[in-house]
């Protein structure tokens, strides 16, 4: 069964103090890991796709990397406004299951101003 | 472009009841997928259709409840006899018809409250 850890659970970081987030992941036959931000009460917002170890994608403050078996979200001089949960997913492998995104749980993340 | 829609927001109900919950996905996706997620817990998978078929359902998904997409387009998830284990955000979500674009996109999510 496919499995989705991220680290840690929760982060508290002061303004302009960068940090990063990790996923790690069990799956074979990667075929792809997402990066969504949430904010309270709100749905997932989508930021990323890697479909390959080594690949990198930048967005503002947020940059994504992937390796064989874990993805990190690096965080540059955050803002309080970054504060969110974010969260990562891979999709199933295999017959019907190819759609279905496994998610982690999570890593709540605080920016103090 | 209009991002994925639900609807209603926010349901209360009191325990027996039955509700139904609206999801309208982007124009051009043929994939849409139903998630629950309660606190502290990324979204559960509970089922998912290609236009109007629905390919894929979770244990998570009980008989009672059932999940339609009649013309390919709008989705609904309704929950019969509803139970407190039920409280929970119900989210929508949908993805393009292009092969190997797995990337999936949100809506803003239905909270049930059962009481």
């Known amino acids: 069964e496919d499995q989705v850890t991220q680290s840690p659970e929760a982060l508290r970081l002061q303004e302009g103090e960068s940090s990063s987030l990790n996923c790690s992941y069990t799956?074979?036959?990667?075929?792809?890991l997402f990066w969504y931000r949430q904010d309270p009460g709100k749905g997932p917002e989508f930021l990323f796709t890697?479909?390959?170890a080594g690949e990198e994608k930048e967005k503002e403050r947020l940059k994504a990397t992937l390796t064989k078996k874990e993805s990190f979200l690096h965080i540059t001089a955050p803002k309080p406004e970054d504060s969110a949960t974010y969260l990562c997913a891979v999709p199933g492998v295999g017959g019907g299951s190819n759609y279905k995104l496994t998610f982690g749980k999570g890593t709540l993340l605080t920016v103090n101003p | 472009d209009t991002g994925v829609s639900q609807d209603p927001r926010h349901k209360i109900t009191k325990r027996g009841q039955n509700v139904t919950f609206r999801c309208d996905p982007i124009s051009e996706h043929n994939r849409l997928y139903w998630y629950r997620q309660t606190l502290g817990q990324g979204p559960e998978f509970l089922t998912y259709f290609q236009n109007e078929a629905q390919l894929e359902k979770s244990r998570l998904l009980s008989d009672r409840f059932s999940a339609e997409r009649p013309k390919g387009s709008f989705s609904t998830l309704e929950i019969q006899r509803t139970e407190q284990g039920d409280s929970a955000m119900y989210l929508c979500a949908s993805s393009s018809r292009l092969a190997g674009r797995y990337e999936q996109y949100f809506g803003p999510g239905t909270r049930l409250t059962v009481t």
């Open positions: 799956v074979s036959g990667l075929r792809g």
């Open positions: 890697l479909y390959s």
